[in-house]
């Protein structure tokens, strides 16, 4: 469980970016943190790992105070993949990449090798275990940084603006692939501006704005409550919009993803007939 | 790992004398120090052009910066005066070497305070130097606060793969850095590569005659500390050559470990 207890961060010489977080996140919870450029969403989540430790308040991963364990012993358990790739990229070979953190763990050559192989499958990165990492495409070279982070199985998750610069086809399997995490058991919380892919994914969203949580609940409530999405920057969903402008014939503008739509419009269909 | 050494480079609007004077006129000042320390390799020389820089910087009320970049040059400050003595070097002369490191490091910290990139950049055009070159220069001394905010996220990221810069014997602290250093590397030319092709298609260098808005003028201050800079660069280039110093006479030096130096 991640927690944080009146949560404050101040950067030196810097005005307050969180101003009192309190913020409950259950394990195996699936989780998105929202909010305007500026929100404190970023920093927020390297305080989950002790990168950034609180000046003041308090922030516990499964019942630790983040500033009594280094940032090393927190990672094992809370896996952070950053927004940029290139800034952590380094190695000749992708597999070499993926080794790095299994090293700094202190696992043995044999569990590092198998565990490499079996994430290089899982990610479909088999082919470019030993090509470097810098010649691959910007949506590869993400999929590697979130395969240099699961390669040692975390408890928690946590990905940083995870859609950007991915194609849709890329997004929808990064979808499955979360969900698919999610369902595994893991903490899954991601960072992101993109309203369409958190739509069709439906997690819990805490809304940020100038540091303090102005919104916490399922998806379907956030992303159609007009006066929230205002506050944090957001707009609806294309799904809700829509749905939002049919209210007048009796759709509810709680429905924000694809599937659900369908389902209401086919609902609705079958009693006109 | 604190990367505050790059503030005491940073420039920040004050208005104090020091920021006002012109670029070349603190050009002058920065470079008739640099001069002056690598003429002396005498303790009380050294000590004297560091403490000289002192009222300059208390004027230029960047006091709290300046403390702060030599706090983080400690570090370097100690490496030099123990290698100079690890290797057959008199405590003296270490110690001596180390002021001149901390005079220097003061000096550049100082102008790069006190003069926007922008002062800078105007200040090589008129005199003379080809604008692709005042631009390059410029653009470096503006990209090091970008540099430095990617090296923290850097060692951010690696952190959070385990990494733990401060463990293990020097040689695997050194290593430790390398997955530091090739990220920054590959990001600052990918950077670098961009800015071109951003300039480019702006039409960079599309005129050969430009046009400042601005131009420098020296006022009567100015000249003043540009006649003065030179008389004691002159004086102290003088008493290096031709004047006998003191020197405190502590012949210590260390046992010789290592049989062939």
Redesign the interface.
């Known amino acids: 469980m991640i927690r944080t207890e009146g949560l404050k961060y101040a950067y030196p010489n810097a005005s307050e970016v969180l101003r009192g977080i309190d913020l409950t996140i259950e394990d195996g919870e699936f989780v998105a943190i929202m909010g305007e450029n500026g929100a404190g969403k970023t920093t927020l989540v390297k305080t989950f790992n002790g990168l950034l430790l609180p000046t003041s308040g308090r922030v516990m991963i499964d019942g630790v105070n983040t500033r009594e364990s280094s940032v090393a012993q927190l990672s094992k358990d809370v896996g952070l993949v950053f927004q940029n790739p290139d800034h952590q990229l380094f190695s000749e070979a992708v597999r070499e990449e993926l080794a790095f953190s299994l090293r700094n763990f202190g696992y043995g050559e044999d569990a590092i090798d198998r565990r490499v192989a079996n994430i290089l499958e899982t990610l479909d990165l088999a082919r470019y275990a030993d090509s470097s990492p810098f010649i691959l495409s910007g949506g590869e070279r993400k999929r590697v940084a979130l395969a240099a982070v699961l390669v040692w199985n975390p408890k928690h998750m946590i990905l940083d603006e995870p859609t950007i610069g991915q194609d849709y086809d890329q997004k929808d399997r990064l979808r499955n692939f979360i969900v698919q995490l999610n369902t595994q058991g893991k903490t899954v919380i991601i960072i992101t501006h993109d309203v369409e892919f958190v739509a069709e994914c439906r997690p819990r969203i805490v809304l940020l704005s100038r540091g303090l949580v102005i919104g916490d609940g399922p998806a379907e409530d956030i992303l159609s409550d007009e006066q929230l999405l205002e506050r944090g920057s957001l707009t609806r969903p294309q799904i809700g919009a829509l749905m939002h402008q049919l209210r007048d014939l009796g759709f509810s503008d709680r429905v924000i993803d694809a599937y659900s739509a369908q389902q209401a419009i086919l609902h609705a269909l079958k009693r006109r007939q | 790992m604190s990367l505050k050494v790059f503030d005491g480079f940073k420039f920040a609007k004050l208005p104090t004398p020091i920021h006002m004077m012109d670029p070349r006129a603190k050009f002058t000042m920065t470079m008739g120090l640099f001069v002056a320390a690598l003429m002396f390799s005498n303790i009380y020389a050294l000590t004297i052009i560091f403490l000289v820089q002192l009222p300059i910087v208390y004027a230029a009320k960047t006091w709290k910066k300046w403390a702060g970049s030599m706090r983080a040059g400690l570090l370097f400050a100690f490496l030099i005066f123990a290698m100079n003595f690890v290797f057959g070097s008199t405590l003296v002369f270490s110690a001596a070497m180390t002021v001149r490191f901390v005079s220097l490091m003061s000096a550049f910290s100082l102008f790069f305070m006190t003069t926007s990139p922008d002062d800078l950049g105007l200040a090589l055009e008129q005199a003379h130097v080809p604008y692709t070159l005042s631009f390059t220069f410029t653009t470096a001394v503006r990209l090091v606060p970008t540099m430095a905010l990617?090296a923290q996220?850097?060692i951010?990221?690696?952190?959070?793969?385990?990494?733990?810069l401060d463990k293990g014997n020097f040689m695997k602290r050194v290593r430790n850095y390398?997955?530091i250093l090739?990220?920054l590397i590959?990001?600052a030319i990918?950077r670098s590569i961009e800015l071109a092709e951003a300039l480019e298609s702006r039409g960079f260098g599309a005129s050969p005659n430009r046009q400042p808005l601005i131009v420098l003028r020296m006022r009567l201050a100015d000249y003043f500390v540009v006649a003065t800079t030179i008389a004691l660069a002159a004086f102290a280039i003088y008493v290096s050559l031709y004047v006998p110093l003191p020197s405190p006479d502590i012949p210590i030096t260390m046992p010789k470990i290592i049989p062939w130096l």
């Open positions: 990617d996220t850097v951010d990221a690696q952190r959070s793969r385990g990494l733990e390398i997955p090739i990220p590959v990001s990918r």
